[in-house]
């Protein structure tokens, strides 16, 4: 068990898998940052200041040490913005992709070479010619 344990993780589409999580993790990070330290605070200025992941509707006021509860919909916005945002990025990229995968089919292949029998064979039809 444990030997098929070691084949299935040393598998290349599980490492690969693996970084892609990876990967993926650290994107998500810079997207986040991305939206709400270059994107958000411009279109908050632009509707007036508002900073969108403090929008909030109050259901019931904190009362002692009972936490207010609250609608908090500006995060929802926020998590809207950065899914879409996301989304455009991966869809420019794998567009991109495909477009350079369509260049490389397009383009002509070369021809294989003759098998080395063949090659040989011509040699021996050019020498008897020339005799």
Excluded: C, H, W
Excluded at 31 to 44: E, F, R, Y
Excluded at 67 to 95: C, N
């Amino acid at each position: 068990m444990l030997k098929e344990f070691k084949e299935f993780v040393m598998r290349g589409n599980v490492m690969d898998m693996a970084v892609g999580i990876i990967i993926g993790g650290a994107f998500g990070k810079i997207i986040a940052s991305l939206v709400n330290d270059v994107l958000m605070p411009p279109i908050g200025m632009l509707i007036g200041g508002m900073d969108f992941s403090k929008l909030a509707i109050t259901l019931r006021a904190a009362e002692g040490d009972v936490a207010a509860v609250a609608l908090r919909y500006g995060m929802f916005i926020q998590q809207v913005v950065d899914f879409l945002i996301i989304a455009t990025v991966i869809f420019m990229m794998v567009k991109a992709m495909n477009s350079m995968k369509r260049k490389q089919e397009a383009a002509p292949a070369a021809p294989a070479p003759p098998p080395r029998q063949e090659t040989l064979l011509e040699e021996i039809r050019d020498l008897l010619k020339k005799r």
